[in-house]
Structure formats: structure tokens, C-alpha cells
């Protein structure tokens, strides 16, 4: 299958694309910054990189188009600002990728989240109803990058 990974320099992102290519895939990994070093296992006839900024829409359409599925895990992944920065970069950033599938007809997408949108790290407290926590838990983020995960 041909995979589109945006974030694929993250932290989460290249173990994505290795376990990808591992599985016998053909990735395309997307990001906004080329990868500063040299990783042998990204390298070879299954794995392409895009440097793209995904906050441009028609970047997120040209760089999904012949994808069967998308890993999309691209986003600023602590606050910038505890104002709009953060949230409004990881918002419009989901946007443009949903929507371009959308348009592609890619029916297959996954995309990460955070335990943020339940105010744990950056919130002001935390705040669990239950533990442990499950898909079902109320998200009530009380900060502007953990709204930005819900």
C-alpha cells in the first residue's frame, strides 16, 4: 500500500515510517523541514521524502494525490503560545489533510491525538473522571493545544 506520513522527521513519525517500510509498504514521508540526518533505514526504493508546509492547502492536495492511506501525525507537538499560535497552526494543519483526502477520495486515514485533550501536561490541573483512561473519557481541554488535539 502507498502511505503519506506528515510528520515523518517527528519523534513519532520516523518509527511510523520505519515500521511502515518494515510492513512492506511504500511511503511517502511529508515535512515541513528536511531531515538533518542521515538515517540508513529511511533509505531505498520504497521511501520518498516531500519537504512541504501543510498549513498551505494545495501543498496537502498535491502531496496526498496517489496515496491509498494517510498516517497524519504532523503538528507542533508542545505549545508554542498558550494563545492561538499552537492551536491554530495544529488546526488548520488537520484541516488541510482531511479535507485533501476527502477531495482525493482516500478513505484511509489515521490520525494522532494527544492525552492533552483530557488536561494532563500543559492544562492547568489535571482533570480524570476515571482511570484508566479509555476512548469514552470527556474531553475538556483547558488550553489552546490541547483543544487543538480534540
Not at 40 to 56: I, K, M, Q, V, W
Amino acid at each position: 500500500m502507498k502511505l503519506i506520513v506528515t510528520g515523518s522527521n517527528g519523534r513519532l513519525g520516523r518509527r511510523v515510517v520505519i515500521a511502515a517500510l518494515k510492513a512492506g509498504h511504500t511511503v511517502v514521508g511529508v515535512d515541513n523541514r528536511a531531515n538533518e540526518s542521515v538515517d540508513l533505514a529511511l533509505s531505498g526504493p520504497n521511501f520518498t521524502f516531500r519537504e512541504a508546509d501543510l498549513c498551505e492547502y494545495e501543498n496537502a492536495v498535491q502531496v496526498l494525490q496517489g496515496s491509498e492511506a494517510v498516517i497524519h501525525l504532523a503538528a507542533l507537538p508542545t505549545p508554542q503560545d498558550y494563545i492561538a499560535i499552537t492551536h491554530n497552526t495544529n488546526v488548520v494543519i488537520s484541516w488541510n489533510v482531511l479535507r485533501a483526502a476527502a477531495e482525493l477520495g482516500i478513505t484511509r486515514v489515521a490520525q494522532a491525538s494527544s492525552v492533552n485533550v483530557v488536561t494532563l501536561v500543559w492544562s492547568q490541573g489535571p482533570k480524570l473522571h476515571y482511570l484508566p483512561l479509555d476512548e469514552d473519557h470527556p474531553c475538556e481541554p483547558d488550553e489552546p493545544y490541547g483543544l487543538s488535539k480534540v
